[in-house]
């Protein structure tokens, strides 16, 4: 038994989520497909639009065997922290062939080099000194590179491509016994504003959502997405569980930085060089977590790294804690949706995986057990999962779903094909 993984966030399940999962089934030859997925908070530290349970469903409707979560450690990261989690956890389930991941520039011969050139301390130490003169990793990677390869800086700047960049690194350190299969992304770029056909950017697609409300059959969102996902959504909308925005949790964010000390703004991932006196001081001024953003953004501080500090200041992770995580890795696979062929797959992952499944979280950590401090590295970090959804729930329109305590109470989803 052999499967295809890919690392995803699903923010929603779209017809590009779906002609890259088709795409990877083809070209790796596995007759299985497994999602390493974000959970209720992604990459780029926002909320997702969709809580993961219903992501996940959508996914597996789709056609995805099995989806595993991200721990929340790893996922509201930079790539190269958000990759290597994601390669870890595919290679400890101990039946993952290859990996297949979309990029800009799907050339795998180009992104390996590039990779192979971040393992050598010259270009590095070149990264750093690019990144102290208040360049984003990004442009300093691009930047870097072109310089040591002669890659054009633009293909290298991509989002898909960083993230490319990275996986192959963690592949080659962590799990070299994953097969990387880059596919070239088809018809929209990522950062699309605007739906033009019917695969478009989730970017697009969200912000059609967040305007119109309700999907309407027939709709050019609606094409965007298959029909299951497309109905979800609406019943997610239609009884207040969607969408869910960064603009919600305005004020649950400024009084937590209101009454955060210096020291513990000053701990949090991703602040450095005096950034927590400036995020004090402005969370004093600001209103809406937006006008927050607009005061302490700067070339140095790009709103994607603000509003992951954001998000760590929301779940409690501090540097000392996540420089624990970051050296051992994920610990555990957490399910949240499997059809019948996923059911066999776990069957198989339980006999080979390096790292337990879990089905059920009071079974790992009870809710007595969440509140002494003294938690296991294996506890500790799942309990940053149910505190992300504690607050994630916050987030929902219908105060109604906002109880918490929902990662003890909802079982991952059996789907029948």
Not at 263 to 277: A, K, Q
Not at 385 to 400: E, R
């Amino acid at each position: 038994m052999n499967a295809v993984g890919m690392i995803v966030e699903y923010n929603p399940f779209h017809n590009g989520h779906l002609w890259h999962l088709n795409e990877a089934k083809r070209i790796s030859g596995a007759q299985f497909a497994i999602g390493v997925m974000s959970g209720n908070f992604l990459q780029r530290g926002e909320p997702a639009m969709i809580d993961k349970w219903s992501r996940a469903a959508m996914a597996v409707k789709a056609g995805v065997d099995l989806i595993i979560e991200l721990p929340a450690v790893f996922t509201v990261r930079s790539a190269q922290y958000f990759a290597t989690g994601g390669i870890q956890l595919l290679g400890r389930l101990g039946i993952v062939s290859h990996i297949c991941f979309g990029a800009e520039s799907a050339d795998l011969s180009m992104l390996t080099a590039a990779a192979e050139a971040l393992s050598g301390s010259d270009i590095v130490n070149t990264l750093r000194q690019k990144m102290r003169t208040g360049q984003t990793y990004a442009a300093s990677l691009a930047l870097t590179l072109s310089e040591s390869l002669g890659i054009d800086p633009g293909v290298i700047h991509s989002p898909n491509n960083i993230l490319a960049i990275e996986y192959l690194r963690a592949i080659a350190t962590y799990a070299p016994q994953l097969i990387p299969l880059p596919i070239q992304r088809l018809s929209s770029n990522y950062h699309d504003n605007f739906i033009t056909s019917n695969i478009a950017s989730a970017t697009a697609i969200r912000a059609s959502i967040t305007k119109n409300t309700l999907l309407s059959p027939g709709s050019i969102a609606w094409q965007t997405l298959p029909s299951a996902s497309a109905e979800q959504i609406n019943t997610l909308i239609t009884t207040g569980r969607a969408p869910v925005t960064l603009d919600a949790f305005s004020n649950i964010i400024l009084a937590k930085l209101r009454t955060m000390p210096l020291n513990e703004l000053s701990s949090l991932p991703d602040v450095t060089e005096g950034l927590h006196n400036k995020i004090s001081d402005s969370a004093l001024k600001a209103s809406t977590v937006q006008e927050l953003f607009s005061f302490i953004k700067s070339k140095r501080y790009p709103l994607t790294r603000l509003q992951r500090i954001i998000v760590h200041a929301l779940l409690g992770t501090t540097k000392p804690k996540i420089a624990r995580f970051d050296q051992s890795g994920p610990l555990y696979a957490r399910v949240l949706a499997f059809n019948q062929n996923g059911r066999m797959l776990l069957r198989e992952i339980d006999r080979h995986s390096t790292v337990p499944v879990i089905t059920k979280t009071s079974h790992f950590l009870t809710s007595k057990q969440r509140q002494n401090d003294e938690l296991t590295l294996f506890q500790d970090m799942l309990a940053y999962d149910i505190t992300a959804t504690d607050m994630y729930v916050l987030g929902y329109p219908n105060c109604h779903w906002r109880t918490g305590g929902q990662d003890y109470q909802t079982s991952p989803q059996y789907l029948a094909d």
